[in-house]
């Protein structure tokens, strides 16, 4: 079932039935992008789930430390996140992929092709691909998470329908 959007008759276009919100392991970019995708579209009124997956993740390990810390220090708890893989039920005609970079859209294009119009850059209207901060340091984590709260507010803004997401493919 598609939703339709908040805004009313004057924009009847469907929003996504889901949203996945999709990075590399699924335990730093993606786990964040989840939690404030959720709070976003929950305070609009607009009520789709939202899950995240990984393209090669680190299955049943918790969000990186770093991202809970961050993450806590907005008042969200990502602290009972574990890693899940992208699977390809949760590749439908009406699921909407948000991914963090170009390579991670190119490789789902590559095993999922005729549902490619469905995949686009969480940061495609808020400055490109987010940098995977695995690994990093506190700083590489808050810019990952300072990019990615500027994609979720430029993404409910200007592209948040299943149509505008052709028009957006990295």
Known sequence: MVAKRGQGAS??????????????????????????LTIALRE???????????????????????????????GIDI?????????????????????????????????????APQVAALGHFSGGD??????GTRAQFARALAEIEAGVEAWLEHGWVLGDAAEVQT
Do not use: Y
């Open 11 to 36: 924009d009847p276009r469907p929003l996504p039935a889901r949203v996945v919100a999709v990075c590399v392991g699924n335990v730093c970019r993606s786990p964040m992008a989840e939690a404030l």
């Open 79 to 115: 602290s009972g996140h574990r890693g899940r893989q992208l699977l390809p039920k949760q590749v439908e005609s009406d699921t909407l992929l948000l991914v963090m970079s170009q390579d991670q859209a190119q490789w789902i294009r590559r095993q999922r092709g005729r549902l």
């Open 44 to 74: 609009r009124g607009l009520g789709v789930p939202v899950s995240s997956a990984g393209v090669r993740a680190c299955v049943g390990l918790p969000a990186d430390p770093l991202s809970i810390q961050l993450m806590a220090a907005r």
């Open 130 to 135: 987010i940098d995977d901060p695995v690994g």
